[in-house]
């Protein structure tokens, strides 16, 4: 088979940036340095190797200003075979449903239409992790992802999808649209002296679409404003002898309150805000007139019980109700975390979800639909965001209502909190559940379910699911220990006591995770999961604010580093300039003292 693959490849700023928005409401990225986004190395490089080793073709298309033509220069470089470039002013703004379709029309302009389009699963700007699924939606095409690996077979693809707990086999009819892992391949990283001119790559406008809105105004998801993220630590920083910091640094954590024990809303109940009454318990003549829906996908029970407090929160406030759509793999335990109603579906392929949602929804027309920021409900909604022309705002951290509209906030650039709008219909959200607090319950009472029927999708085969490392123990962990480069895996064992004596999980930030030195589920960060625990370890890490992000809602930060320089010491409550090695031992000494006595 000789394969026509496309690689969709994005120019991200290098390292941080800072957040702040232009005079038209668009994040400023002027004078940052740039280079391809490290999931699209990914892509690329197994685009130019499936079309070499097929004997087929590759091409690499980028959307974005006129010097980002050099992460095409990079691709071509690399071995793949054409580049075309999409850039033009009016698509300044655009959401990640806008891009869908531009790019989605610019394949269209392809001589010959591809059988694979490569995406990389996230970016290191913005983690939509939407664009690939609803790519796929706009061209009719099956979807899956994040793979770490990736075979033609027979017509079909082979492939091994990644989750946070562990792998599955999946076979997937061509063509297709698949997001690339990050740890699938070595980056595709060429010289910038042996990048061929910008003469070489095909340049394309809007001229050249189909008649749309582009750019913000056909935009249903904007950013609003970005607020600086709340200062809310004051660094204490010890220095000297390795004993006497560890004495100060848990003295200190001691007059925090860090060892005193947590405060729960009773049996399986969180420290959170107890659940106001649901709609069938309102006062009479209170009308329930905004529906919200809450995607109870196949992800961990503490994070779908928190989406349903914050779903059960909004339709309080607009005097509404909560609807769950239940998945087959779905928590059932949901009237006592905020559902006044339930709809069980009765298969779980995400494309086949959208299509009966969207058929459901069209009789109701519900305020929100939310769903959690993993693969699963990552998928169907992106869907759903394309047939509803809705949009999606992703990766939200929190949740509001501002002028009768749905309003969040998620990770930016610089330490910033962008908060996004809506002003599509129905609003849809995902949420990274780790960041929300768990509600208190409230008493149960029976629920009637609906049963909405769920086409299979023959163009999906899943045959092995093997479960691996328990990341979703992380986000409800009451103490994170976050490891850096700063320690080799070799020494993780030295940090076992530590963890044992707390009851801590392990992190890790992505460089950590792209060497495989933890698995993938314990990545923290804008690309990774978010947490919140009462105490967050931070050991060996430089603190940079795309993994402190992960953790920003985390009680008490524990900075240990070498450099009195790092990034972390300004984002940390307790500092200990120190080699983890050397204090560790007298840390041990005096937290067992304090958890034992």
Same mark, same amino acid.
């Not at 559902?339 to 459901?360: F, H, I, K």
């Given at each position: ?5 496309? =690689? ?37 490089? %197994? ?17 974005? @200003? ?16 054409? =580049?075309?470039?999409?850039?033009? @002013?009016?698509?300044?703004?655009? /959401? ?53 690996? +990736? ?20 076979? *997937? ?12 391949? /070595? ?21 050249? +679409? ?51 024990? @947590? ?61 769950? *759509? ?8 949901? =009237? ?104 208190? @319950? ?9 049963? +909405? ?127 983890? %090695? ?16």
């Amino acid at each position: 088979m000789n394969l026509v693959v496309t =690689a969709l490849v994005k120019q991200v700023p290098k390292g941080d940036h800072s957040g702040r928005l232009d005079a038209d409401g668009r994040l400023e990225r002027a004078g940052s340095v740039a280079e391809m986004n490290p999931w699209c190395r990914r892509a690329v490089a %197994q685009a130019a190797r499936l079309a070499r080793e097929t004997g087929g073709r590759s091409t690499a298309i980028t959307m974005g @200003p006129p010097a980002a033509v050099d992460v095409l220069r990079e691709a071509l470089a690399w071995g793949v075979d054409d =580049a075309v470039q999409l850039s033009d @002013p009016a698509l300044a703004g655009s /959401d990640c449903l806008v891009t869908a379709r531009a790019l989605a029309a610019t394949i269209g302009l392809l001589d010959d239409p591809p059988d694979l389009i490569l995406v990389g699963n996230s970016s290191v700007d913005g983690s939509t992790g939407a664009v690939g699924a609803m790519l796929a939606e706009l061209l009719g095409l099956p979807f899956t992802g994040p793979v770490l690996a +990736l075979e033609p077979v027979d017509g079909r693809l082979r492939t091994t999808v990644q989750y946070d707990t562990g792998t599955e086999s999946v076979t *997937i009819d061509l063509p297709a649209v698949v997001a690339v892992a990050e740890r699938s391949c /070595d980056p595709a990283k060429a010289p910038a002296d042996t990048w061929p001119a910008p003469e070489t790559v095909r340049q394309v406008t809007t001229a050249d +679409l189909p008649a749309h809105t582009w750019g913000l105004p056909g935009s249903p998801t904007k950013v609003a404003k970005v607020h600086p993220a709340p200062l809310t630590r004051n660094p204490v920083i010890f220095r000297g002898q390795p004993q006497i910091q560890a004495d100060r640094a848990i003295a200190e954590l001691i007059t925090r309150g860090c060892f005193e024990a @947590p405060v729960t809303g009773g049996e399986n109940g969180g420290a959170g805000p107890a659940l106001r009454p649901s709609s069938n318990e309102r006062p009479a003549g209170q009308r329930a007139d905004a529906e919200v829906v809450a995607l109870v996908g196949p992800g961990p029970v503490e994070g779908i019980r928190a989406l349903l407090g914050a779903a059960a929160a909004l339709a309080a406030d607009l005097g509404g109700s909560v609807t769950a *759509i239940r998945s087959v793999s779905g928590d059932q335990d949901l =009237a006592r975390w905020g559902a006044d109603s339930v709809v069980a579906l009765d298969g779980d392929e995400p494309r086949s979800v959208a299509r009966a949602l969207a058929e459901w929804m069209g009789e109701r027309q519900p305020w929100a639909v939310l769903g959690a920021a993993l693969p699963w409900d990552r998928e169907v909604l992106a869907r759903l965001a394309v047939t509803s022309h809705a949009g999606l705002m992703s990766d939200l951290v929190s949740l509001s209502t501002k002028d009768g509209r749905l309003s969040g906030l998620k990770p930016s650039g610089g330490g910033t909190l962008a908060e996004i709008v809506s002003h599509g219909t129905p609003q849809i959200a995902t949420l990274r559940t780790g960041l929300l607090p768990l509600p208190t @319950p409230r008493a149960d009472r029976p629920l009637t379910e609906h049963i +909405l029927h769920v086409e299979p999708d023959a163009a999906i085969t899943r045959t092995e699911r093997r479960t691996g490392d328990d990341g979703d123990a992380l986000d409800r962990a009451e103490v994170v220990i976050g490891v850096g480069r700063g320690v080799p895996p070799d020494k993780y064992g030295e940090l076992e006591p530590v963890r044992a004596l707390l009851n801590a999980e392990f992190a890790a930030t992505r460089k950590v995770t792209d060497q495989g030195w933890l698995p993938h589920g314990r990545q923290i960060g804008i690309t990774g999961r978010s947490v919140a625990p009462r105490v967050y370890l931070a050991v060996g890490l430089s603190g940079n604010l795309n993994h402190l992000a992960g953790a920003s809602r985390a009680g008490t930060v524990v900075a240990i580093n070498t450099d009195p320089a790092a990034e972390i010491f300004a984002h940390c409550d307790v500092g200990l300039v120190a080699d983890w %090695q050397e204090v560790m031992p007298y840390l041990v000494d005096g937290l067992r003292s304090r958890v034992n006595g």
